[in-house]
């Protein structure tokens, strides 16, 4: 199965759209997978919105461990913040396992 760039930009686009609905990233709403406007920079903003979204996460996932730890919130609620923290990072992981290993194949093809 190949994905080509502009599959793969719409398909993050769409999924920053999905996790942080209240974004001020500068996206159209109208556009879909199938028909995706590739754009430098606005891949740039996407990944960069994604890594603060991300740190937001997991800065909120060890506050809500400290005030768990000092019994100021429920447990459901720790709970829930730690899995979303650990739902961050494992994306992070994910996404950098698969530009190294893009990046290896483009090193690998001959010239």
């Known amino acids: 199965m190949s994905i080509n760039a502009a599959q793969a930009a719409g398909a993050y686009r769409q999924i920053a759209n999905i996790q942080t609905p209240n974004s001020t990233a500068t996206q159209d709403s109208t556009q879909t997978a199938s028909t ?20 937001q996460s997991t800065y909120a996932g060890e506050q809500a461990s400290l005030k768990g730890i000092a019994g100021k919130i429920p447990l459901h609620e720790l709970v829930n913040s730690v ?7 494992n994306t992070i992981v994910a ?10 194949d483009i090193i690998k093809m001959p010239i």
């Open 36 to 55: 995706p406007s590739v754009d430098a920079s606005g891949f740039m903003d996407m990944v960069g919105s994604a890594m603060q979204s991300a740190k």
């Open 95 to 104: 996404v950098r396992d698969k530009v190294i290993n893009a990046y290896q």
């Open 83 to 89: 899995t979303q923290a650990e739902l961050a990072v």
